[in-house]
T-cell receptor, first 114, second 110 residues
Framework: DSGVTQTPKHLITATGQRVTLRCSPRSGDLSVYWYQQSLDQGLQFLIHYYNGEERAKGNILERFSAQQFPDLHSELNLSSLELGDSALYFC?????????????FGDGTRLSIL | DAKTTQPPSMDCAEGRAANLPCNHSTISGNEYVYWYRQIHSQGPQYIIHGLKNNETNEMASLIITEDRKSSTLILPHATLRDTAVYYCIVRAIYNNDMRFGAGTRLTVKP
């Protein structure tokens, strides 16, 4: 158990819809990272928040947005969903920023678009 | 971040040491070497990381060559539960993201 909690574990929805994925980081961790894993793209970094502020963006679509709340949990919002958005979405957390400390991953949310 | 090269697959006999190589010939002095693994579709699991020196923890050992251009992850006594995809990642000190490649699919056989 990494200590990172993601909900829901599975989500099934239709094209054009909007969903929210939730992540609770490990106790004491200030950084939250979101990754997407699809069959053809592998694991790709989406976005990083540190103590409520956006710090880095990766290959995140404009239809996707995220935020980190004062209690440090984070939400990833996906809108106008397309079939290609079907993927595993992982959240990771670390105490601070940078590469000196490892990121610890949750078990992910499996999103299926019908 | 420097690019890494790993063999796509490896087999290992149960109870034997598994030695997973990674080439990172363009690594720079401020880049860490990280290893993660992913079992089925679970979240990637942190194994170990190092900057210049060899490292050991309860899961594995990381051997980094003196020129830092390659490294080896050693699982001392592989079990069937170690069957997974293993990712070698190079991260610059200031980088907040991690770039996963295709990894090495390790199969531990009875």
């Amino acid at each position: 158990d990494s200590g990172v909690t993601q909900t829901p574990k599975h989500l099934i929805t239709a094209t054009g819809q909007r969903v929210t994925l939730r992540c609770s980081p490990r106790s004491g961790d200030l950084s939250v990272y979101w990754y997407q894993q699809s069959l053809d793209q592998g694991l790709q970094f989406l976005i990083h928040y540190y103590n409520g502020e956006e710090r880095a963006k990766g290959n995140i679509l404009e239809r996707f947005s995220a935020q980190q709340f004062p209690d440090l949990h984070s939400e990833l919002n996906l809108s106008s969903l397309e079939l290609g958005d079907s993927a595993l979405y992982f959240c990771a957390s670390s105490p601070g920023q940078g590469a000196a400390q490892p990121q610890h991953f949750g078990d992910g949310t499996r999103l299926s678009i019908l | 971040d420097a690019k890494t090269t790993q063999p796509p697959s490896m087999d290992c006999a149960e109870g034997r040491a598994a030695n997973l190589p990674c080439n990172h010939s363009t690594i720079s002095g401020n880049e860490y070497v990280y290893w993660y693994r992913q079992i089925h579709s679970q979240g990637p699991q942190y194994i170990i990381h190092g900057l210049k020196n060899n490292e050991t923890n309860e899961m594995a050992s990381l051997i980094i060559t003196e020129d830092r251009k390659s490294s080896t992850l050693i699982l001392p006594h592989a079990t069937l539960r170690d069957t997974a995809v293993y990712y070698c990642i190079v991260r610059a000190i200031y980088n907040n993201d991690m770039r996963f490649g295709a990894g090495t699919r390790l199969t531990v056989k009875p």
